[in-house]
């Protein structure tokens, strides 16, 4: 297993102009959001203290939930391409077995998407820094960093579960530009979650990345929010679900809670991958014993 | 027997890919499954190998044995250098000692290009790599489906020693596509398999015997005479020369011995391969 880990990273590094556009397209909606949109939030922010970091720090919490979407629906491909040049009849021949050949590209999936995270983590804080003097606490970056794996490792099964419908690389570059389309605004990245009517609110609460966007925005925005909503506690609360820093079921979603629900969406996401990957695996093997 | 199938099946909607194909593959044995473009060779292949399930029919293998295939395209990663390539295949493998990669490298000639990214190797050197990668686990029995198609002939040469020879040292069962004639040739088992079925089955002579006939050309002052003279028919006849058609060596030395003072020339032709083929599949294109 850990040769071809090795293997699918190699794969993916050695590419630099992948790994390039895949950087670039994970950038691409954050510079596209500062060209556009930015002054326009900021505008009816004015009268709050803090508000630029505030932004700053909502954006990158909503752009690494998109980005950990985005790059591990893009390494999973690689499961597809072997499927569709053969290379997985090869290696279905070896001793490795089907369940953990399957499990090593969902495992570099998630090294990549969390690696890209980290990146483009780099990249939004550097320019921030630059440009409005942005800092974070220790506790705020080391959240940030745990939550990294674990988005891209529920990135990874929810993905995975759609690719394994797929099996032309062809179909799933046309459903990675869908999803890539569609990620920014179903984790309430690109529009405020309160600022969408209430059918587009359920849906983007159906969406796992949702909670992982809440969960990053909590990590890094939370000491801006104690300073900018000091002693306002009730209009701190408004803010949080206006902006989707936390989510609403029947009252606001506690931290506890948020993971609570991200744990669960995992877990029952295992179990369904792992589950449909099982019983192609007996069917096969009914079929090998009866020979 | 190591290896047997059992009127082995296999259909794609209507069609009908493979039809009732009873084979066995005896140990240390070289087979090689003849055929046109289509005719069945590598989705009978695929079934033996466990790649794809049988329609109707079975294979029995007579203990757990170690499979290596060679298969048609490239199944290695262009970007990564062939020792990578390699050393990942054994990294997937239980017991392969650790020198496995090096020791086949030096066996089959790789050692000059193992840092070389796969994609850039030319043809023949990517083959020998395929070869060292269906190796990696020690094989009982090597599958190659048509491992030297669109090679140069001197590669194919090459590539077809280098098979034998495995054959030979390891008592490697080896079992082949191909759809050159001359490399069915040195085969112990030639199965000749067209539309699915098998259509002949035995070793190279003796599908030359049985199928491809003798020719025959005579060259002769009179042609008339000696046409008159010779009970069969030819199958062509010049100004001066008659080819004839014959089933033996020894119809041919009748023929000769007979008409001795006819005869101011002749050419004898042993059926070949192509002959052989040629009768067994028909001459339409597909």
Do not use: C
Request: overall charge positive; proline content about 3%; charged content about 15%.
């Amino acid at each position: 297993m850990l040769a071809m880990i090795k293997r699918n990273l190699l794969l993916y590094f050695r590419d630099h102009s992948g790994v390039f556009f895949s950087l670039l397209g994970a950038l691409i909606s954050f510079v596209l959001y500062l060209v556009f949109l930015k002054k326009n939030m900021l505008a009816s922010w004015h009268q709050m203290p803090d508000a630029k970091l505030l932004l700053d720090t909502w954006l990158i919490g909503g752009t690494l939930a998109i980005t950990s979407i985005t790059t591990t629906l893009t390494s999973l491909a690689l499961m597809v391409t072997d499927k569709e040049k053969h290379i997985a009849d090869d290696l279905t021949l070896t001793d490795a077995g089907p369940l953990r050949l399957f499990t090593s590209y969902l495992i570099s999936a998630a090294v990549i998407g969390t690696l890209t995270q980290l990146a483009m983590f780099g990249i939004m804080w550097g320019g921030f820094y630059l440009t409005d003097g942005l800092t974070l606490s220790g506790t705020a970056i080391l959240n940030t960093l745990g939550l990294m794996v674990t988005s891209s490792l529920l990135a990874v099964v929810v993905n995975a579960a759609i690719v394994q419908g797929i099996h032309t690389v062809d179909s799933l570059g046309k459903l990675g530009t869908i999803i890539g389309t569609a990620a920014g605004f179903l984790v309430g990245t690109y529009i405020p979650i309160g600022a969408l009517p209430s059918f587009a609110q359920s849906m983007v609460k159906f969406i796992p990345g949702s909670y992982v966007a809440a969960l990053y925005r909590q990590f890094l925005m939370d000491d801006k929010l104690k300073t900018a909503f000091a002693g306002h506690l009730a209009t701190r609360h408004t803010f949080e679900r206006l902006m989707g820093v936390r989510l609403t079921w029947s009252t606001l979603l506690t931290q506890q809670e948020t993971y609570l629900i991200m744990g669960l969406i995992f877990s029952g996401t295992v179990a369904l991958v792992f589950g449909l990957k099982w019983l192609q695996i007996q069917h096969r093997r009914q079929y090998l014993r009866e020979r | 027997m190591l290896l047997e199938a059992q009127h082995l099946t296999k259909t794609f909607g209507e069609h009908v890919a493979v039809n009732a194909v009873d084979l066995q593959i005896e140990k240390g044995s070289f087979t090689a499954l003849l055929g046109p473009n289509g005719a069945g060779k590598s989705t009978t292949m695929n079934m033996l190998i466990g790649l794809l399930q049988p329609t109707a029919g079975r294979v029995i293998y007579d203990h757990d044995p170690k499979l290596g295939v060679v298969f048609q395209g490239s199944v290695l990663d262009d970007i990564l250098t062939v020792r990578e390539n390699l050393q990942v295949r054994a990294g997937q493998y239980r017991h392969v000692p650790a020198d496995r990669v090096t020791v086949l490298s030096q066996q089959l000639g790789l050692t000059a290009f193992m840092a070389q990214r796969y994609g850039t190797l030319s043809g023949g050197q990517r083959r020998r790599v395929d070869i060292a990668r269906a190796l990696i686990n020690n094989p009982d029995i090597l599958f190659l489906d048509e491992p030297t198609t669109g090679l140069d002939i001197q590669t194919r040469l090459a590539i077809w020693t280098l098979v034998q020879r495995l054959q030979r040292e390891k008592q490697l069962t080896v079992i082949l596509t191909t759809h050159y004639l001359d490399e069915a040739d040195s085969a112990d088992n030639v199965i000749v398999i067209d539309h699915g079925r098998i259509l002949a089955q035995g070793t190279a002579a003796d599908i030359k015997t049985r199928y491809a006939a003798d020719r025959l050309t005579l060259t002769s002052p009179d042609v008339v005479q000696l046409a008159a003279r010779v009970a069969r028919q030819p199958i062509r006849r010049t100004a001066n020369q008659l080819t004839f058609s014959l089933p033996t060596m020894q119809a041919a030395l009748d023929i000769l011995t007979a008409n001795r003072s006819l005869i101011s020339n002749f050419e004898f032709r042993p059926g070949t391969m192509d002959d052989a083929f040629l009768a067994l599949t028909g001459k339409e294109m597909r």
